[in-house]
């Protein structure tokens, strides 16, 4: 096969921009006679590290010249590695160049009118790439795009996630996910939330001690919507998650090609108490539902509170007020208290984040001045705004100086900025600066949810003042090696070169403080033993644990850049310049360079927004025309900023782009003879009970449960053998559950539901669900699906089936369902739950026999025949005849 150098043409030139762009497959659509014949999707994941190749075929079936597009999702954090196309047998390859010397070749292109990329962001962690080329009938183009990352511990697990929208059946579709991880797999969770039961058995898992296979590979068949329907079905998202075996020692050491990965995360440490201040912004901006789920975040995180830590709350608008005038100990009155105070938190105002910040640290200094932060605790500010400084200093260069020299190393500051109104940029040098991180909190129903999850990652520290040691004799040059603080469930990562004559014995250390007391943990790792493990592993790619060295090690570099003083940031951007290039790394100090065939011609350019100029509205999009349009690359947090707020607009659009209307109440003058109402029509219709109870093993088959009085909250049912309890708050007036909520002890799962949505917790990590949003999750134990008609279905071998639903037929609302009930134990207990303990029916009544009493455990109740609607299949529903029973 022939390969063109770009050196060597005069065609197009197209330049993949340089994003830290989770995958989405790629796509064009069968529109015009372009089809994706053949698409794959092979990630292989090496100790944490993954490289992600996506193969794309397609071919022009039209009789003229068509456009074919390659469209990808990409993580954030990873680094684009190489794209190509092939066309005629000929090559087109990407060539990784400095932004600059980039700049040269893509302006020169958009001067004649010839070049043209897109690149914008999709989501919460991921940002598209996109390219089009022309296809002469029959012709044929491959494209390959190839990306790598290093998959981060987060609340206990890694994952990957691979975004499937084909947007058209594919005759050769296969995704295929390796994973070797040389210390073990402790657990594997497979979500699809695209699966339908016909797609059930594309997915296949396979795993042994140290490795993992996940193969999705589906029929032409299997993809359809349905027999009826040519669409694919197949759009959203596949997660895989999962952990690994941690000796004592909470370190693993891993070697190949004379590198190696650290990783270090001890199990069993108990968590230290917490000084936490919690910094909340009330400004007239806040006001809405912003303001609402902070409100209700703030609730939750204070419950989750340990009564050994200490807090305070300081709200600020235009001028800063503290809860209290100092730290308070967590005790539940305390707690209370500051729920009552934070529930009644209203917005109005300007934004005075330097007095606030400020504020907290002065909480903190006079406590610690009084000897009032226990020895062994870790002082935490969070601080919660959704825009820029307006009041009080307003430099926001000013007010980092400011918190750093009042912080002064003492405390860790978290910024989260709650939508697109703020200064990202500065909040996350202000984190940065001070110990801590900045994280986007998205506008979105979830936003309570991903409040409470950031808190998770932060509200167990576990350890301070983390240092690694290495023999110097050993190892070259490592990553950095200091950390401030260890938290549950994440994980520390030092990569580093070894020395050519090192010993057979790597020796590694690392030093910190838990509680009061000074721990050494020791890891030692043979290098001629681990140098084995992975060169007997035939789909482990080449050097890869150099390629991860290089990975952190621009990462590292790009984070200490927007911290370190002016002076220090050339050098390290120079140092970044270089380890980009030397290893084909996509980064934000380098392009992607794609050279086309001759000729060809794109009218979509990518702009570059700036943060101020296009955080603050939204920006329509014309029918037919692009979102994008200059000459200039694209960095991603300003796209990312005009992305989120263009995504309203695209919804509105359609998926495709196709006018649709927003919702509008309507009102409708119509004869009044219309409307009188008929005998018929008086009749109420039948209703569906709050539950249907199948009854193994008794003469009549269901029992209908109906609730008559506030339950709220109370434990439905309970049984400790199954390791399973199904608690539920229902409201009279509306005469409905506002939820139920599903535990399963032995999978540390938690799901709950109410009309809105659906929340699954597990392992203290949480996933919001839309109902009828398709669901397939495949966990140790126990799967977890929901189906386009909205019906949740939690089981596993050996337990009994519990459903969830959202019923919108008569009588609306929350529904339970239960199957397999004759594997309840003897131990099952609860308003429900005791229909399963040794039920006795007296005779019906000789004057009527739709009436009849049932006693269970010391309880008696009436029950009467009654038309029912079975809502167990959706709706609308089947009429049966049950046995009704009022609770």
């Not at 809405?288 to 902070?294: D, E, L, N, S, Y």
């Not at 300007?350 to 020895?375: D, F, H, K, M, Y």
């Not at 850049?561 to 050339?570: G, I, L, M």
């Not at 659009?653 to 009102?667: M, N, V």
Request: include cysteine.
């Amino acid at each position: 096969m022939k390969t063109r150098a770009p050196v060597h043409t005069r065609g197009v030139v197209l330049v993949l921009l340089p994003l830290l762009a989770v995958l989405q497959t790629a796509t064009a659509r069968k529109v015009n006679g372009i089809d994706i014949y053949s698409l794959t999707v092979d990630s292989r994941v090496s100790a944490r590290f993954a490289r992600t190749v996506v193969t794309s075929r397609v071919v022009n079936r039209a009789d003229t010249t068509q456009e074919a597009t390659f469209q990808m999702e990409l993580p954030k954090k990873a680094f684009i590695t190489n794209f190509s196309m092939v066309i005629d047998g000929v090559t087109y390859p990407g060539t990784i160049k400095e932004k600059a010397a980039a700049q040269e070749q893509y302006s020169a292109a958009v001067a004649r009118g010839e070049s043209a990329g897109l690149v914008k962001a999709t989501g919460r962690k991921t940002e598209q790439f996109q390219v089009s080329v022309s296809v002469a009938p029959a012709a044929k183009v491959t494209f390959e795009l190839a990306y790598e990352e290093l998959l981060k511990r987060h609340l206990g697990v890694y994952e990957l996630l691979l975004k499937v929208r084909p947007q058209q059946l594919v005759q050769h579709l296969q995704m295929d996910i390796h994973i070797f991880e040389p210390q073990g797999i402790s657990s594997l969770e497979t979500k699809c939330t695209f699966l339908t039961n016909e797609l059930a058995d594309a997915l296949t898992i396979s795993q042994n001690k140290t490795k993992a296979h996940i193969r999705f590979k589906p029929s032409l068949t299997q993809q359809q919507k349905s027999p009826e329907q040519q669409d694919t079905a197949l759009d959203g998202s596949l997660i895989i998650r999962y952990d690994v075996n941690r000796t004592l020692s909470g370190g693993s050491i891993h070697i190949e090609n004379g590198y190696f990965v650290h990783y270090f995360a001890p199990e069993g440490l108990p968590t230290m108490p917490k000084n936490v201040v919690f910094v909340i912004d009330k400004s007239g901006s806040m006001s809405g539902r912003k303001i609402h789920q902070t409100r209700e975040a703030l609730i939750k995180i204070l419950d989750d509170l340990n009564p050994k830590d200490q807090f305070n709350l300081i709200v600020f608008s235009s001028e800063a007020a503290p809860w209290k005038p100092a730290l308070l100990p967590a005790s539940a009155q305390n707690v209370q208290e500051a729920k009552s105070y934070a529930a009644g938190i209203q917005a109005h105002g300007g934004t005075n984040i330097n007095e606030a910040v400020l504020a907290a640290v002065r909480l903190l200094e006079r406590a610690n001045q009084e000897e009032l932060l226990p020895s062994g605790s870790v002082a935490l500010i969070i601080l919660l705004t959704d825009g820029d400084p307006t009041v009080g200093e307003t430099n926001p260069a000013r007010i980092q100086e400011n918190v750093r020299k009042a912080i002064g190393g003492q405390f860790s500051l978290f910024c989260l900025g709650f939508g697109f109104d703020v200064n990202y940029a500065f909040l996350e040098k202000l984190g940065l600066d001070n110990g801590g991180l900045a994280r986007r909190i998205y506008e979105d129903s979830d936003s309570a949810l991903q409040l409470q999850d950031f808190y998770q990652e932060v509200a167990n520290p576990l350890m301070t003042a983390v240092t690694f040691e290495y023999p110097s004799n050993a190892v070259e040059t490592v990553t950095q090696g200091n950390f401030r603080l260890l938290f549950k469930g994440s994980e520390m990562v030092v990569a580093g070169k070894l020395r050519d004559q090192s010993p057979d014995v790597l020796l590694a250390k690392v030093k910190g403080q838990v509680h009061k007391q000074n721990f050494t943990f020791q890891t030692e790792s043979r290098v001629a033993e681990q140098e084995g493990e992975f060169r007997s592993l035939k789909y482990i790619f080449h050097n890869f644990m150099e390629r991860l060295w290089a990975y952190l090690t621009i990462q590292q570099l790009l984070e200490q850049t927007v911290s370190a003083p002016d002076a220090e940031q050339q050098a390290l951007r120079n140092q970044t310049l270089s380890l980009s290039l030397r290893y084909s790394f996509v980064t934000p100090l380098t392009s992607m360079v794609v050279t086309k065939p001759d000729g060809q011609e794109r009218a979509q350019i990518a702009e570059k927004p700036t943060e101020d100029g296009n955080r603050h509205a939204d920006l329509p999009v014309a029918p037919g025309r692009t979102a994008f349009r200059s000459h200039f690359l694209v960095d991603s947090e300003p796209l990312l900023a005009v992305n989120r707020k263009l995504s309203k607009v695209q919804t509105m659009a359609g998926p495709y782009g196709a006018a649709a209307p927003p919702h509008r109440h309507r009102q409708t003058w119509v004869p009044l003879s219309h409307v009188v109402p008929t005998m018929a029509t008086l009749a109420a219709p039948v209703q569906a009970p709050h539950a249907i109870l199948p009854l193994p093993g008794q003469s009549v088959d269901r029992l209908c449960v109906d609730f008559r009085h506030a339950q709220g909250p109370v434990t439905l049912l309970s049984d400790p053998d199954q390791g399973v309890e199904v608690t539920g708050e229902f409201e009279t007036r509306k005469n409905q559950f506002s939820w139920i909520e599903v535990a399963f002890k032995d999978a540390q799962l938690q799901v709950r539901a109410d009309p809105r949505h659906v929340v699954a917790i597990q392992n203290q990590r949480s996933s919001t669900h839309k109902w009828k949003e398709t669901l397939f999750s495949v966990m140790p134990g126990l799967e977890m699906t929901m189906d386009q008609a909205g019906l949740l279905l939690l089981s596993g071998p050996g337990k009994v089936t519990i459903g969830l639903l959202s019923w919108e037929g008569p009588g609306p609302g929350l529904r339970l369902l239960l199957r397999d009930t004759d594997r309840f134990s003897s131990h099952v207990s609860g308003p429900l739950g005791q229909f399963y303990q040794n039920l006795l029916w007296d005779p019906p009544a000789a004057a009527d026999d739709s009436k009849r009493k049932l006693r269970v455990q010391e309880n008696e109740y009436s029950a009467t025949r009654e038309l029912r609607l079975d809502y167990q299949e959706g709706s609308p529903g089947t009429e049966i005849s049950c046995w009704c029973v009022k609770l």
